[in-house]
């Protein structure tokens, strides 16, 4: 069993950054794959950026590619996503999620434990 633990959303401006942080505790000497989703009100999961066990395998969705920024760092057993140039659709609850896979898929069910969640608002 994985426990993931997400922190760092909050209310921000249009063009302002966030750092959301994972923390994974519980059987974590696996080599699990780390993915973020985000889910906004009304909407479906959808995926944001995975990376592999290493942290040299990453993977973006189009509508952050060039703005999010994921890294990880195994001794800390932590996860982080970088948010730039935030834009109000950006706004949503983002999911931290753990996959046995090292280069899970981009869709929810590739994952096997998954954080509670940390809202982040974006205003215009």
């Known amino acids: 069993q994985v426990q993931l633990v997400e922190s760092g959303g909050g209310l921000v401006q249009a063009g302002g950054s966030l750092r959301l942080s994972c923390a994974a505790s519980?059987?974590?000497?696996?080599?699990?794959?780390m993915g973020w989703f985000r889910q906004a009100p009304g909407k479906e999961r959808e995926f944001v950026a995975r990376?592999?066990?290493?942290?040299?395998?990453?993977a973006y969705a189009d509508s952050v590619n060039g703005r999010f920024t994921v890294s990880r760092d195994n001794a800390k057993n932590a996860v982080y996503l970088q948010t730039n140039s935030l834009k109000p659709e950006d706004t949503a609850v983002y999911y931290c999620a753990a996959s046995r896979k090292n280069y899970p898929a981009a869709r929810p069910d590739d994952y096997d434990y998954w954080g509670q969640g940390t809202q982040v608002t974006v205003s215009s």
């Open positions: 519980g059987r974590t000497s696996s080599t699990y794959g």
């Open positions: 990376i592999n066990w290493t942290g040299g395998g990453t």
